[in-house]
């Protein structure tokens, strides 16, 4: 069964610091990992990395995959409140082209 | 612009009674999805309807029905709830496959309680 760790569950912050999520999987056959941002409601699509070593950054945010050890780094540089959400981390093995399996998320609270 | 709409937002059901969940999507999207959301379990695939006239199951669908109706409505039926689907509920939806680069776009969510 495939398996998405994300780490920490959760953190708090202060405005200006930067945060870096963690998200560790075990999929047979991976394919891509994508990740999300969701403040109280739906989430909202982030990134989507499949080749190793590749940095995606929008803005402040910024993130990378390493497919050798299985994880993925998702960093916020210069925190804001409006940063405060749960971020969601997702893979999608070769086999499915619909089956995202999630991870439970890390909780990130900036505090001005 | 409204992408993926949901009804209802909150719902209260005894156990053994049926109800359906309403999704529908304004953006011409093949697929569509149900998930679940429950503490510390992180988004679970119940069904997903890759096109119009297909439906197949996900991670947990026991329990649960799903109708796509048309290419826009993809509904999500239980048929004699149990506490144990107290859950927020979240319909998705992608342009085609998430392989293709497409990411999925989700709706607000339907809480649902069952007691």
């Known amino acids: 069964e495939d398996k998405v760790v994300q780490s920490p569950l959760s953190l708090v912050v202060h405005e200006g610091d930067t945060v870096t999520l963690n998200c560790s999987y075990e999929?047979?056959?991976?394919?891509?990992l994508l990740w999300y941002k969701q403040e109280k409601k739906a989430p909202t699509f982030l990134f989507m990395l499949?080749?190793?070593?590749i940095e995606k950054k929008s803005g402040r945010l910024s993130s990378i995959l390493d497919k050798k050890e299985l994880f993925s780094i998702l960093n916020i540089t210069a925190t804001q409140t409006g940063d405060s959400a749960v971020y969601l981390c997702a893979v999608l093995p070769v086999e499915s082209d619909y089956k995202l399996s999630f991870g439970a998320g890390t909780t990130v609270t900036v505090r001005a | 612009n409204a992408g993926v709409t949901q009804t209802p937002k909150f719902q209260v059901l005894k156990t053994g009674q049926s109800m359906t969940l309403q999704c529908a999507q304004d953006m011409n999207h093949n697929s569509m999805y149900w998930y679940r959301q429950d503490p510390g379990m992180g988004l679970r695939l119940i069904y997903y309807?890759?096109?119009?006239?297909?439906?197949d199951k996900g991670e947990v669908p026991n329990g649960y029905n799903v109708s796509r109706l048309n290419k826009r409505e993809f509904s999500l039926r239980l048929e004699s709830a149990a506490p144990s689907q107290t859950s927020v509920y979240f319909c998705?939806?992608?342009?085609?496959?998430?392989?293709?680069?497409?990411?999925?776009?989700f709706g607000e969510g339907s809480w649902l309680t069952v007691v």
């Open positions: 309807s890759a096109s119009e006239g297909t439906t």
């Open positions: 998705a939806s992608s342009e085609v496959a998430v392989t293709s680069g497409n990411t999925i776009y």
């Open positions: 999929v047979t056959n991976f394919r891509s």
């Open positions: 499949t080749s190793s070593g």
